[in-house]
């Protein structure tokens, strides 16, 4: 089937990769001309594992090409999956404008009847808004050409992306009940076929359903994080251990074990703006979304934990200090930095007057281009942050490990070589990688989150 992408960025280049896989002749379009450029050079933009050897694989079978020329790309896919991001708007709110301009180019240039596929996460009544503005270049250029717009939002994690697309939990289809939904419906399935056959994973159902779905999924996901924080906080002033009270409810199959852990607070591109948009969408309609505030209050306030207790242990002010960061993603095994709890970790660190020498294991370049943005006020501050791309060098002389990502390199170190090489043998795990008596035992001093703390 002819396919054609809007946007590729995670969702974008996945979606192509897992699509031209199955046989699928696919487009991939982007207005990032560098970013095209370099996708036409062998490389890829992001870091995911295992997609760079799929996309080599399509592109040298000539079933995937990059472009940032919109006419050839609407021309190209009967089906045209909108895949572009959807960022926070001032007010918190899903700023649809880059939707909303693949939504004009579908319909400035399309001469055959397309079937228009909402994969971003966009606020209930996007495919209404996505839908009128189709109608309305169509309507400009005076021609009347059939089209249908499907909700099928992404639940792919980042890190795990290939399969998760590969192996979908389920595959959300929104369509319209009339004939050209139907058609569209039947599409649809059709495409997701290869990816359904060990059981059925498609959801049918209305697009405003769809388009729900996506939003309570991962404020859901996000409600789980902030409870069993807000919980770790506790248990770390009443002297309980986090990680057994989370074994104690997980093992309730009601409950279930995931997304249970106790942290340094969610991040990246999607939990923060999806809560915040799906608050927003409760109050335009006259619905506060009390939980919701709470989760993000509470997320909020615990990128503060680490730095909280950096402060309790060394005092308020951090001059002549230095701190070794380990892990800057917002999680392990991307290299995404959008709103990844470091950030905040980093710059109360600095503006207490700290050093630090940071690894990551990918994320370094992303890493020092956000530090930057978020440094741009005390932009003098940001001689005094180090990348290292071994961990170990990273502890050299330093009053304290901090571990912010939960990366596999870091879960089983030489605790006498880190003793040896900290200044101080002083470990702020943010991830609870550790054991806090076997960590006191090693002599370090540690403090986990949620746990009996040294
Ligand atoms: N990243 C994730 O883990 C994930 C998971 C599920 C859903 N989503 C959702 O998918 C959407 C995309 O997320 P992402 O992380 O892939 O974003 P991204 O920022 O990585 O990629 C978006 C791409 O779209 C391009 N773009 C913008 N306007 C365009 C236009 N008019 N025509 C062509 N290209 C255009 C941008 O240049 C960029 O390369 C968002 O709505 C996001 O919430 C993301």
Not at 192 to 219: D, G, Q
Not at 381 to 406: F, Q, R, Y
Request: charged letters at 20%; aromatic letters at 6%; glycine letters at 8%.
């Amino acid at each position: 089937m002819k396919i054609t992408i809007v946007g590729s960025g995670y969702v974008g280049l996945v979606t192509a990769a897992c699509l031209a896989e199955m046989g699928n002749d696919i487009f991939c379009l982007d207005v990032d001309e560098k970013k095209i450029s370099m996708l036409n050079q062998g490389q890829i933009p992001i870091y995911e594992p295992g997609l760079e050897e799929m996309i080599t694989r399509s592109v040298q079978l000539g079933r995937l090409k990059f472009s940032t020329d919109i006419e050839a790309s609407v021309a190209h896919g009967t089906v045209q999956f909108i895949a572009v991001g959807t960022p926070p708007d001032e007010d918190g709110s899903a700023d649809l404008k880059y939707v909303l301009a693949a939504a004009k180019n579908i319909g400035q240039y399309m001469t055959e009847p397309k079937i228009v596929v909402d994969k971003s996460t966009v606020p209930v009544g996007t495919a209404d808004k996505v839908k009128a503005e189709l109608a309305r270049v169509l309507a400009l250029r005076g021609v009347s050409i059939d089209f249908s717009v499907v909700s099928n939002p992404e639940f792919l994690k980042e890190g795990a992306a290939i399969d998760d697309f590969m192996k979908p939990d389920r595959i959300v289809i929104g369509h319209e009940s009339d004939s050209s939904g139907m058609q569209a419906k039947a599409l649809m399935e059709k495409i997701y076929a290869p990816f359904n056959r060990n059981h059925n994973r498609i959801l049918c159902m209305s697009v405003r359903s769809a388009e729900l779905t996506k939003y309570a999924a991962n404020a859901m996901l996000a409600t789980r994080i902030s409870f069993m924080n807000e919980l770790a906080n506790l248990a770390d002033i009443v002297g309980a251990d986090i990680e057994m009270v989370r074994q104690g409810i997980g093992s309730d199959s009601r409950i279930g074990y995931s997304f249970l852990y106790a942290g340094t607070g969610y991040g990246g591109s999607c939990f923060p703006k999806d809560v915040q948009a799906l608050s927003i969408t409760g109050k335009e309609h006259g619905q506060s979304m009390d939980i919701l505030n709470a989760v993000e209050h509470v997320n909020n306030k615990q990128k503060m934990t680490l730095v909280n207790k950096v402060h309790h242990h060394y005092g308020a002010d951090l001059s002549g200090k230095k701190f070794s960061i380990w892990g800057l993603a917002f999680k392990p095994n991307t290299d995404d930095m959008r709103a990844a709890p470091s950030r905040v970790i980093i710059r109360e660190l600095l503006l207490a007057g700290a050093q630090i020498v940071a690894h990551d294991p990918v994320a370094g370049k992303e890493a020092l281009h956000a530090l930057n943005q978020d440094m741009a006020d005390h932009p003098n501050l940001m001689k005094n942050v180090v990348l290292v791309s071994e961990p170990m060098d990273a502890l050299v002389d330093s009053d304290g490990l901090i571990i912010v990502t939960e990366w596999k390199a870091y879960r089983s170190p030489n605790f006498d070589q880190i003793k040896n090489l900290l200044k101080s043998p002083v470990v702020f795990d943010g991830r609870n990688l550790y054991e806090p008596d076997g960590m006191n035992q090693l002599g370090f001093k540690y403090f986990g989150i949620g746990r009996k703390s040294s």
